[in-house]
């Protein structure tokens, strides 16, 4: 739906655009490379595979909009109001989304390098099997998202909330998650490499059968968390707080618990915490301090 303050000229480039979208040969592609379309009103506006390379839609009004297999390359849509938008398939490369209503929108199979989506509300968004690489997502709101099956690589998401946010089977390598709140956030099957999750709040989240390799949970809260066969290998979880943390067929190659309290973690064995390294700073799980020793009876929590 456009305003009385939309140019004529927009107005025919839409209208050829939907044209376009039924038959090629009675219309025309959009292509509104970098226009400026600050404050306009387009909710719902069918924009599906058109080129907005650089264009400038700052406090636009674009939500239900069809951005599916848009091309936004390098366009500015800080601030705008893209809740319930699809954007399936959109080109994100060098985006800003900065500010951006994003709630309940579909960024399933984007592709983003190099762009900002910083204070973005991201709320049960979801962006399932999307690439993103090098992008800032600090201080996001995106509880409930999911990115299912998503590959991020180099991807900031320092003091988000990302409360019962969804990482099923996605792929995170050195991302950054310090400071975050991720209370009951699923990481379920996925590979989690070189990751920070320093300070991180994640009460109850779940790494069932995730990989974590060679990151760092320092000062994370970790209490209840479930780690049933997960294959930890190194990592650093330094004063980090496990306690009632389950362990039921982990693997802890190397795992530095070293300062951790893990005071009522179950599910753990002899074998496990050989594995791993513990010193006088550690808490056991039967609430006695390290370090540990085979037959020592403290993996076992006290009734």
Request: aromatic residues 8%; hydrophobic residues 40%.
């Amino acid at each position: 739906m456009l305003t009385t303050s939309t140019r004529p000229p927009l107005q025919s480039i839409l209208r050829a655009h939907g044209l376009w979208l039924e038959n090629a040969a009675t219309g025309r592609r959009a292509d509104l490379s970098g226009m400026t379309l600050n404050d306009f009103d387009l909710v719902g506006v069918n924009l599906s595979q058109a080129i907005l390379t650089g264009a400038t839609l700052l406090d636009a009004n674009l939500a239900a909009a069809d951005l599916s297999a848009a091309r936004l390359e390098r366009s500015d849509l800080g601030r705008a109001n893209l809740s319930g938008a699809d954007l399936t398939a959109a080109v994100l490369h060098h985006t800003v989304c900065a500010g951006a209503w994003l709630d309940a929108a579909n960024l399933s199979e984007t592709k983003a390098t190099g762009g900002s989506f910083k204070k973005a509300r991201l709320t049960k968004a979801r962006m399932q099997d999307a690439s993103v690489q090098d992008c800032s997502f600090v201080q996001v709101v995106a509880a409930g998202a999911s990115f299912h099956q998503a590959h991020f690589y180099d991807v900031d998401f320092a003091e988000s909330t990302l409360d019962q946010a969804v990482f099923y089977h996605a792929c995170l390598q050195h991302t950054r998650f310090v400071g975050v709140s991720a209370i009951g956030a699923v990481f379920q099957g996925s590979k989690i490499d070189h990751c920070d999750f320093s300070r991180a709040g994640l009460f109850q989240a779940k790494f069932t059968r995730a990989e974590i390799v060679q990151c760092i949970f320092r000062h994370a809260d970790l209490r209840e968390c479930d780690f049933r066969e997960t294959r930890l290998r190194g990592g650093d979880f330094s004063n980090a707080v496990l306690a009632g943390a389950r362990f039921e067929g982990a693997q802890l190659s190397t795992a530095d618990f070293r300062g951790a309290n893990l005071h009522g973690a179950r599910d753990l064995t002899p074998a496990q915490l050989s594995q791993a390294l513990t010193d006088q700073g550690t808490t056991l799980p039967n609430g006695s301090r390290g370090p540990y020793f085979r037959n020592s009876g403290a993996e076992k929590p006290r009734a």
